[in-house]
């Protein structure tokens, strides 16, 4: 029986890349993979999903206007659907893929951020933790050594940034991944 997967993590914990190389695991099977990605995001280029070890591979764009329903029947059946970045797909978005989960009898594997950098959940995020069959945290590490949870945003200089808009495209030179306790005494030692 198919499942709704929800693989999540902290900035840096290897997301796209375990999504790219499950591709290519179900791929070596003789099983068809269905990449998709959310148009908000447009870091490595419009249609590609690009892992910081190297890893790279186009990707079918949903709009957050556009159904996935439609998109999935105009690309053709498929054995799985991997999604990164799912944390920008709108909670219909997560609906639809529920409803392929349930109607086509197909896996769909989402990987991407819980939350944002002031510790919120992203609407598609919230919808996959209320919706997924499985959820799996994808762990990496806070400079500390503890487990990072907290999606950090920074300014130039390197101090947190504690307002502003949800979304902000960006990698390590935005995003810096930290335990709460750092990044709490690290806001608290900036406004000192």
């Given at each position: 029986?198919?499942?709704?997967?929800?693989?999540?993590?902290?900035?840096?914990?290897?997301?796209?890349?375990?999504?790219?190389?499950?591709?290519?695991?179900?791929?070596?099977?003789?099983?068809?993979?269905?990449?998709?990605?959310?148009?908000?995001?447009?870091?490595?280029?419009?249609?590609?999903?690009?892992?910081?070890?190297?890893?790279?591979?186009?990707?079918?764009?949903?709009?957050?206007?556009?159904?996935?329903?439609?998109?999935?029947?105009?690309?053709?059946?498929?054995?799985?659907?991997?999604?990164?970045?799912?944390?920008?797909?709108?909670?219909?978005?997560?609906?639809e893929l529920r409803y392929l989960v349930d109607t086509e009898d197909i896996p769909v594997l989402c990987f991407g951020?819980?939350?944002?950098?002031?510790?919120?959940?992203?609407?598609?995020?919230?919808?996959?933790?209320?919706?997924?069959?499985?959820?799996?945290?994808?762990?990496?590490?806070?400079?500390?050594?503890?487990?990072?949870?907290?999606?950090?945003?920074?300014?130039?200089?390197?101090?947190?940034?504690?307002?502003?808009?949800?979304?902000?495209?960006?990698?390590?030179?935005?995003?810096?991944?930290?335990?709460?306790?750092?990044?709490?005494?690290?806001?608290?030692?900036?406004?000192?």
């Amino acid at each position: 029986m198919a499942k709704l997967y929800f693989k999540y993590g902290a900035m840096g914990s290897s997301k796209s890349a375990q999504a790219l190389i499950t591709k290519f695991n179900y791929e070596e099977k003789n099983m068809t993979v269905w990449l998709i990605k959310p148009s908000v995001d447009t870091r490595d280029g419009k249609s590609v999903i690009h892992s910081r070890i190297g890893l790279e591979k186009q990707a079918q764009v949903i709009r957050p206007d556009e159904s996935i329903l439609k998109a999935y029947e105009a690309a053709g059946r498929h054995d799985v659907i991997i999604s990164d970045e799912c944390q920008f797909f709108t909670p219909e978005q997560i609906d639809e893929l529920r409803y392929l989960v349930d109607t086509e009898d197909i896996p769909v594997l989402c990987f991407g951020l819980r939350t944002d950098f002031l510790t919120h959940f992203f609407p598609g995020s919230r919808r996959l933790m209320e919706l997924a069959d499985s959820i799996t945290e994808i762990k990496t590490v806070c400079a500390c050594g503890s487990k990072a949870t907290v999606n950090a945003r920074i300014d130039a200089r390197g101090r947190i940034v504690t307002e502003g808009s949800q979304v902000l495209l960006g990698g390590n030179d935005s995003y810096v991944a930290m335990c709460h306790k750092c990044w709490t005494r690290q806001i608290k030692a900036q406004t000192a």
